[in-house]
């Protein structure tokens, strides 16, 4: 590991405006991500900025009924609070599916959205990598593919972003609220916070240098039932091949509202629109599911090793809708 420098902010301003002055400067807070990444020569910051004992570890109410986090909440907290238990069980569902017991017990919210992917290629230092190195190509194209993406991807880049909270938020329409190197705040769809790899790879987020995220926003919890799932090769400490988050509201025997967003198949959490749109007003049947998934993956492509989670995505969509509308209470 190279020798840094080692800075603990006394504010959010402090921290934002100090990262920003310095481009090789990085913040840390749990550092699950970031030290492993240290580790191994893929991040070489000159300069950790420690945001850790920062106030940024409330849940809170917000005026309009939904939660506003922290973004030092960790990972088993947020599980863990009655109130996401009880509105989001969609968001507690995906943070259990993630990671181990330990490290949920270390991540932040901030840290956790902003982890980078787990390409095998990305951890190579000795494997050309365009996300690590611009203009390096990318191996995976016609290497070890299997867990790449198959949506949203591009001849620069395939790879597919790890977190499950990521995929839950999506799906639940958070907010993310930031403070700029020049003290102003921003709030960020959580949509717009991420890009697709296009030629900039190496560019994965709307942020700007020294942007600090303070807190994660949810709007008031949604009608109808959450349900996510997840599909690995392990049944436990291992990332997504394809998982699914889905808010369905239905009566009458037809769906009226729903919500998707897919993690494990693209380079940021996928909300397949036009799979929702063509849900509402359908009839809750497994063939609505069907035209559902199969509208949700039209796009898809795959790239050799990866072909497989075509038909799995579309299975993993599809069950999950089924599941999501029968009429018992989905445990959080």
């Known amino acids: 590991m190279l020798s840094f420098d080692y800075q ?7 921290a934002a405006a100090t990262v920003a002055a310095n481009p090789q400067a990085r913040f840390i807070g749990g550092g699950t991500n970031l030290i ?11 300069q950790l900025v420690d945001i850790s004992r920062l106030p940024l570890t409330g ?6 009924g939904g939660l506003r986090i922290g973004a030092l909440v960790r990972n088993s907290n947020l599980a863990a609070d009655q109130r996401v238990r009880d509105g989001y069980p969609l968001l507690t569902q995906a943070l259990l599916a ?6 949920r017990n270390k991540a932040t919210t ?5 982890q980078r992917t787990r390409c095998p290629y990305f951890y190579d230092t000795n494997m050309p990598c365009n996300k690590r190195q611009p203009g390096a190509g990318c191996s995976a194209l016609q290497g070890h593919n299997r867990v790449s993406a198959v949506l949203g991807a591009s001849d620069a880049c395939i790879a597919v972003h790890p977190s499950d909270m990521a ?8 907010s993310i609220e930031t403070l700029r190197s020049d003290g102003t705040p921003r709030r960020i ?3 717009r916070l991420y890009r697709l790899p296009g030629d900039t790879p190496h560019i994965e987020t709307d942020l700007a240098q020294g942007e600090l995220i303070v807190a994660v926003t949810l709007p008031p919890a949604p009608d109808g039932q959450q349900l996510y799932r997840k599909v690995r090769d392990r049944a436990s400490y291992a990332f997504a091949l394809v998982s699914v988050a889905v808010i369905v509201e239905a009566g009458g025997g037809e769906v009226r509202n729903a919500r998707i967003a897919l993690g494990g198949v693209a380079h940021k959490p996928w909300r397949p629109s036009e799979a929702e749109q063509r849900l509402v007003g359908q009839p809750a049947t497994d063939a609505s599911y069907v035209a559902a998934a199969d509208a949700a993956l039209a796009q898809a492509r795959g790239r050799g090793d990866n072909d497989f989670k075509i038909p799995l995505a579309k299975r993993v969509v599809r069950q999950t809708l089924a599941a999501a509308t029968r009429t018992e209470r989905v445990p959080s």
């Open 8 to 14: 603990r902010a006394s504010s959010p301003a402090e």
């Open 36 to 46: 492993d990444l240290m580790k191994l020569s893929i991040e070489r910051p000159s």
């Open 59 to 64: 849940i809170e109410q917000t005026a309009e």
């Open 98 to 103: 993630g990671a181990s017991g330990q490290i």
């Open 110 to 114: 901030a840290g956790n959205l902003l």
């Open 167 to 174: 995929v839950a938020m999506t799906a639940l329409g958070a």
């Open 189 to 191: 769809p959580i949509e």
